[in-house]
């Protein structure tokens, strides 16, 4: 029935360019169903950026021409027949062979004949084995997936192919704390026989970003990981903090795992305002804070101290940066952001403790090695996740003195440069540096506040060479 409208209840939400698509395969003899995480959100009242459509009873080329009266078209995976057109994905029902290890060990069809409920069965879990017809305005849900979103249940659709992809497991992690939904018993146990030295760190990053910005609380997804052997297997330097002792005194939560899992809820509530590089930045700071405790931890005097533990948690921070490949990400140099807050987090307490007034110079001079407020965001997280009502108030002056200074995200531009000096007379050399960085110590300090003092401090240095 050519030029049927769809029902306006069937296509509220839904991209008017993806419409058009589906009423566009309808009419040429096929059925294209919404699938994936957009029929998972709307089921659950979220909101869902990507449409991706699945179109049965057409083959490839004719699905092309079809795609190409809509607008131009994009081979995303000509092999297993994926289309971009207007950003959004439109392939025919896969067919996948397991042929190797690793994500890339498939062999993978586009198959226009297969059923729907064929075509599910190779999804991770129920929730997004459900489709949408916007045509008839119903769900095509084989696997039972409504369900198990009302349960808060994530459940493999099939065990014997679930572990074909690995990075199941890591989805199983993010998905329980994202949608705060509860691992099925036999899928758990399943996931725990799953190896996972076969995921690049690329794919391991993905899954570890998700939990962390897109989940209100990342500890539910933390603590599932080491239910199910993920930190062991991936994250040794997390695993090491688990029961690794702290001074009740001071934890009364518990051990480090503990409480790294409370830092990491609360500096997820101080992130949104924040864009995505120093959210990530922020996030991966509370995850690896205290990982130099297990190294530092003794007994002393009768009390649980982990002296030098800052700088004692560089190297495995290092190490965990290397394995998920840390470095900068949209032109921010997150790995040194994360390396200083977990070599300084406890800077901002101290400079707040401090019995003798700190000097401006101390902040500037922070400031050249990490981010302030970022460093002061996980601070107060490192504060606050420790349980006991402890006053952490403190740490908002430590900002708002980083603030005031102008010193937030930066130490101050040098005053005096190279040229000045060149101007006056003085010849390129060693002793040139060492006189620009004397100027620039004299400006951290503050007895050097203006060019004119500079270039003053530098003509009276020269000519009393």
């Known amino acids: 029935m050519p030029d049927t409208p769809i029902p306006t209840e069937a296509a509220a939400g839904m991209d008017p360019v993806a419409l058009q698509i589906v009423q566009a395969v309808r009419d040429a003899g096929g059925r294209a169903l919404v699938v994936g995480g957009w029929v998972r959100d709307r089921l659950m009242g979220r909101s869902s950026k990507d449409i991706d459509l699945e179109v049965y009873g057409l083959p490839a080329d004719r699905l092309r021409d079809v795609l190409s009266t809509i607008g131009p078209v994009n081979i995303v995976g000509e092999s297993f027949t994926v289309y971009k057109v207007a950003g959004i994905d439109v392939s025919l029902p896969r067919r996948e062979s397991k042929v190797g290890r690793g994500h890339k060990g498939f062999e993978v069809h586009g198959d226009p004949d297969m059923s729907p409920r064929e075509a599910a069965r190779r999804r991770d879990f129920t929730i997004n084995a459900i489709a949408w017809d916007p045509l008839a305005g119903e769900y095509v849900d084989p696997f039972d997936g409504r369900s198990d979103i009302t349960r808060g249940v994530l459940k493999a659709v099939d065990p014997s192919t679930f572990p074909d992809d690995s990075l199941r497991v890591l989805r199983a992690v993010q998905f329980a704390a994202r949608f705060e939904f509860q691992l099925d018993p036999a899928t758990a146990d399943l996931c725990r026989t799953i190896p996972l030295d076969d995921l690049p760190a690329e794919r391991i990053w993905g899954e570890i970003e998700k939990l962390l910005l897109q989940a209100r609380r990342p500890s539910i997804g933390f603590a599932l990981a080491l239910d199910l052997g993920v930190i062991d297997k991936l994250f040794p330097e997390l695993k090491a903090l688990v029961g690794c002792p702290q001074e009740p005194e001071w934890h009364p939560e518990g051990d480090v795992w503990v409480h790294t899992l409370m830092v990491i809820d609360e500096a997820r509530k101080r992130i949104d305002d924040l864009e995505r590089p120093q959210q990530i930045a922020v996030m991966l700071g509370a995850v690896c804070h205290d990982l130099g405790k297990p190294a530092t931890t003794a007994f002393v005097d009768g009390r649980i101290r982990s002296i030098d533990h800052e700088q004692a948690g560089v190297a495995p921070a290092t190490a965990l940066l290397d394995r998920l490949n840390i470095h ?138």
């Open 328 to 465: 900068t990400i949209g032109g921010f140099d997150v790995r040194t952001q994360v390396l200083g807050i977990t070599a300084h987090h406890l800077k901002p307490g101290m400079f707040v403790m401090s019995k003798t007034p700190v000097s401006d110079g101390a902040f500037r001079r922070l400031a050249q090695k990490v981010d302030l407020e970022l460093l002061a965001r996980v601070a107060k997280a490192d504060c606050m996740g420790r349980g006991g009502g402890f006053d952490c108030s403190p740490h908002d002056w430590f900002l708002e003195r980083a603030r005031q200074l102008g010193v937030e995200h930066a130490p101050p531009k040098p005053l005096v440069l190279g040229r000045h000096l060149l101007a006056l007379g003085m010849k390129p050399g060693p002793r040139m540096g060492e006189l620009l960085r004397e100027i620039y110590e004299r400006q951290l300090d503050g007895s050097i506040t203006t060019l004119e003092e500079g270039i003053a401090f530098a003509r009276a240095t020269i000519e009393a060479q």
